[in-house]
């Protein structure tokens, strides 16, 4: 099995939460660094799975935060499944009033465009046909995103909620062998 990391917004494939993956999965994980712009972060995203998809690899999603976003996208359709970590529902409206940002890992700046946005609006899925495909890892206490987003879209997901954590998702290094056994099912 193949496992794509997607990182969360101005983060990178470097970055500590896809390391702490690297480090667990190492042969079977692949965490690109990808774009700011969301057309390219999704079609960088479409040809890996379209390449392991000829090679007949099982693949499996881990997407934190925008990349959770990206996952249910990706997921709803290749008939993926898909673990998501802490993940944007509606980034079209979390990133609105950004502009400037600053990407987490190598200190380069960007800025969100209204192109960036309705990007991210065309990719929303407003069905989720199988949410069995889908594990959604939640912490009450993030700081970016309001949870609640997440239960109510993905009700019929495997659900777990913490109390407490924030948006990077502490201890996340703690779910591992759950996320390999769900995605390996």
Same mark, same amino acid.
């Given at each position: 099995m193949t496992i794509i990391?997607?990182?969360?917004?101005?983060s990178?494939?470097q970055?500590?939460k896809?390391?702490?993956f690297r480090?667990?999965f190492?042969?079977?994980i692949?965490a690109?660094?990808l774009?700011?712009v969301?057309?390219?972060?999704?079609? &960088? @995203?479409?040809?890996?799975i379209e390449l392991l998809?000829?090679? $007949?690899?099982?693949?499996?999603?881990v997407? *934190?935060s925008?990349g959770?976003?990206?996952?249910?996208?990706?997921?709803n359709?290749?008939?993926?499944?898909?673990v998501?970590i802490?993940?944007a529902i509606y980034?079209?409206? &979390? @990133?609105d009033?950004?502009?400037?940002?600053?990407?987490y890992? $190598?200190?380069?700046s960007?800025?969100v465009s *209204?192109?960036h946005l309705?990007t991210l609006?065309s990719l929303?899925?407003?069905?989720l046909e199988n949410?069995?495909?889908?594990?959604t890892?939640l912490?009450?206490?993030d700081?970016v @995103?309001?949870?609640?987003?997440?239960?109510e879209k993905?009700s019929q997901?495997?659900?777990?909620?913490?109390?407490g954590?924030?948006?990077?998702?502490?201890?996340?290094?703690?779910y591992?062998?759950?996320?390999?056994?769900?995605l390996?099912r």
């Amino acid at each position: 099995m193949t496992i794509i990391y997607i990182h969360g917004f101005g983060s990178s494939g470097q970055g500590g939460k896809a390391s702490l993956f690297r480090e667990y999965f190492e042969e079977e994980i692949i965490a690109p660094s990808l774009s700011y712009v969301p057309k390219l972060a999704i079609d &960088t @995203l479409e040809q890996l799975i379209e390449l392991l998809l000829e090679k $007949d690899e099982k693949i499996g999603l881990v997407g *934190s935060s925008l990349g959770g976003y990206y996952s249910i996208y990706l997921a709803n359709k290749y008939d993926l499944k898909a673990v998501l970590i802490n993940p944007a529902i509606y980034p079209y409206k &979390t @990133l609105d009033k950004v502009g400037m940002c600053m990407n987490y890992y $190598d200190g380069t700046s960007f800025e969100v465009s *209204s192109e960036h946005l309705q990007t991210l609006k065309s990719l929303e899925v407003h069905k989720l046909e199988n949410q069995a495909n889908f594990l959604t890892l939640l912490q009450t206490e993030d700081e970016v @995103l309001d949870y609640s987003e997440a239960v109510e879209k993905l009700s019929q997901s495997e659900l777990v909620i913490e109390e407490g954590g924030n948006h990077s998702f502490e201890n996340i290094e703690s779910y591992f062998r759950k996320i390999y056994s769900f995605l390996d099912r």
